[in-house]
C-alpha cells in the first residue's frame, strides 16, 4: 500500500471514531451516513476549507505543513503516537536504498555485554520485534518465544496458539504488536522484510488481517504487562523501552518488579532455573 492510501485510510479511520460530543459539537437528531464526524467538521476544527481537508483524507498529504497536521491530529483527538504516526505518513518518500529491507546488522558486543550483565530480564529487538538478543533470564521468561528460529513477538502473537495462554489480556497483546508494527511501516515504508512479515501474518491468520484493519498505531515505551509463564505462574512487570545511542535498529527492553513482590519471587526463580538450564 502506498503512503497517500495509507494516509487516506489512517485519517478516515481515525475520523469515524469521534462522536460529536467528544469535540463538542451540537447533535440535531441528523440521521448520519457515515459513522464519526463529517468532513465538513473535522475541517471547521482544524480551521482548514473542506476542500483542503478532502484532499488531505484522499491521500494528497505531501505537501501539508506540520501546523495543519497539528490542526488536524488536534481536532481528530490523536494521540502523541498517531500524531507522529500522520506526520510519518506525510514526510516524502526516502531516497531509493535509503531502506534495502535487509535483516539487521549484528548486534554491538557491547551491547550484548549490557544486557548479559543486567539482573532482571532484557532483550534487543528490531522495530519489527524481532529478538535479536536476550540474556538468560528473558530466555526463562519468553522461551516459548525463543523456541522459533527467528523469535518475533508478532509471529508469537498470531501464529503460536500458546500465546492464548502466556497473555492475561492475549486480545490486547496482539492488537498492540499490529499497532506496532503499522507504525513502524509508516515510519519506513520502504522495509522491504517489514512487507514481508506483514504479508505472512495477513496470509496466516484472519485475526491480524482483522486487527490490521483497525489501522492503529502504537509505540511502546513504558507499562506494565502482566504473562502467565507456564512454570510459574502470573508475572506482572514493568516494561521499559530504551533506545539504543548511535542505532535506531534496535531497541533494549526490560522488564522488572517491585522488590517484596510475588512477581519478584517468581523472578528469583526463574533465574536459578536459567542457572540450572545453563550448567
Do not use: C
Not at 508475572?235 to 533494549?252: I, Q
Amino acid at each position: 500500500m502506498s503512503s497517500n492510501d495509507e494516509a487516506r485510510d489512517f485519517l478516515v479511520s481515525r475520523r469515524a471514531q469521534i462522536t460529536l460530543a467528544q469535540v463538542g459539537l451540537p447533535e440535531y437528531g441528523d440521521e448520519r451516513r457515515v459513522p464519526g464526524l463529517r468532513r465538513e467538521e473535522v475541517a471547521e476544527l482544524a480551521g482548514v476549507s473542506v476542500g483542503y481537508y478532502t484532499r488531505l483524507e484522499r491521500g494528497e498529504i505531501g505537501g501539508a505543513s506540520e501546523s495543519v497536521l497539528d490542526a488536524v491530529a488536534k481536532a481528530l483527538r490523536l494521540t502523541d503516537v498517531e500524531r507522529e504516526h500522520l506526520h510519518d505518513l506525510a514526510r516524502r518518500s526516502p531516497a531509493p536504498g535509503h531502506s534495502e529491507g535487509r535483516a539487521p546488522s549484528e548486534v554491538r558486543a557491547s551491547l550484548v555485554r549490557l544486557v548479559d550483565s543486567m539482573g532482571v530480564p532484557a532483550i534487543v529487538q528490531t522495530p519489527r520485534l524481532d529478538l535479536v538478543a536476550a540474556n538468560a533470564l528473558a530466555r526463562e521468561l519468553f522461551s516459548q518465544v525463543f523456541e522459533a528460529h527467528e523469535p518475533n513477538f508478532a509471529r508469537f502473537n498470531y501464529l503460536d496458539p500458546r500465546a492464548r495462554e502466556f497473555y492475561v489480556d492475549w486480545p490486547l497483546a496482539r492488537r498492540t504488536g499490529a499497532a506496532i508494527l503499522r507504525r513502524e511501516a509508516g515510519r519506513d515504508p520502504l522495509d522491504e522484510v517489514l512487507t514481508e512479515l506483514i504479508g505472512e501474518l495477513s496470509t496466516l491468520s484472519p485475526l491480524f488481517r482483522e486487527d490490521w484493519a483497525r489501522r492503529d498505531v502504537h509505540e511502546h515505551r513504558t507499562g506494565t504487562k502482566p504473562f502467565v509463564h507456564p512454570e510459574v505462574g502470573r508475572l506482572d512487570l514493568v516494561f521499559e523501552v530504551l533506545e539504543t545511542p548511535g542505532d535506531s535498529t534496535y531497541r533494549l527492553v526490560t522488564y522488572s518488579a517491585e522488590p517484596g513482590t510475588e512477581a519478584a519471587e517468581k523472578l528469583a526463580i526463574l533465574g536459578s532455573l536459567a542457572v540450572e538450564r545453563r550448567d
